[in-house]
């Protein structure tokens, strides 16, 4: 026989009280203080696929300075809000350097728009540096040697030397350089591992003014050139 409880639920008598008002409610709390715990689940599930991903994009764009992705060796010097020029990342990019086809590579620290670059410069032997300044931009730069020995050589604007200034372990160690002066950079044996600064922000197009009197990169002619400085500079 069916009847109508206190809270209008329909129930059947049954001696067993399988099917009593007692039971229902009890069926009823079980379903639902399962669902509390159910309703836990796709939040749960849908943090752990956007905030983690999301997390590491951040971090990735901190990292790399944009969403543009550029090489860059991480020997664990990146920790959090800072990176720290650490002896296995020195080491890691003289490697790199010898075996460049430029004999030299940099390590930037900034972003393209940042108003200082910032930047570790690692030259290797017999690197071509052609003759250059900064007319167009007007950009100061400064050269801080953390290790090695370079040379750095200044000209008139007929591509006379008209000095050169060593910078070692043992000696100077760095050098600060005005816009419109010419110079280059030239290292005679090893690899130095320069901290370079200069104006910014980063513009291909009039970043340097290369020397007419000075030739071009990778040509015959700029090897004859490196040797003419290096006796230059050993006489």
């Not at 639902?32 to 836990?40: L, M, Q, S, V, W």
């Not at 071509?128 to 801080?144: D, L, Q, T």
């Not at 419109?180 to 090893?190: D, E, F, M, P, Y």
Request: charged share 25%.
């Amino acid at each position: 026989m069916d009847g109508i409880g206190d809270k209008g639920t329909t129930f059947s008598k049954n001696p067993k009280g399988k099917f009593g008002q007692e039971n229902c409610n009890v069926c009823v709390d079980a379903y639902f203080g399962c669902y509390d715990y159910f309703f836990f689940v796709p939040i749960i599930i849908f943090y752990i696929q956007v905030n983690i991903p999301v997390k590491w994009m951040i971090n990735w764009v901190s990292y790399n300075g944009s969403f543009k992705k550029t090489k860059r060796i991480n020997m664990g010097n990146i920790i959090a809000d800072k990176e720290i020029i650490t002896p296995q990342l020195i080491e890691d990019l003289s490697l790199k350097a010898r075996n460049s086809n430029r004999l030299r590579v940099n390590y930037n620290f900034h972003k393209l728009s940042d108003n200082v670059q910032r930047m570790l410069n690692v030259i290797s032997t017999n690197s071509y540096v052609r003759p250059h300044c900064h007319i167009s931009a007007k950009k100061n730069e400064m050269f801080v040697l953390l290790r090695g020995e370079i040379h750095i050589l200044f000209y008139d604007k007929f591509g006379e030397i008209k000095d050169v200034v060593t910078l070692s372990e043992n000696g100077n160690r760095g050098v600060d350089i005005k816009p419109n002066v010419w110079h280059s950079a030239l290292v005679l044996k090893g690899v130095a591992v320069c901290f370079e600064t200069k104006d910014g922000p980063y513009i291909k197009e009039d970043d340097k003014d290369f020397a007419s009197w000075a030739p071009e990169e990778y040509s015959t002619e700029s090897e004859i050139y490196v040797n003419k400085l290096r006796e230059f500079i050993l006489k």
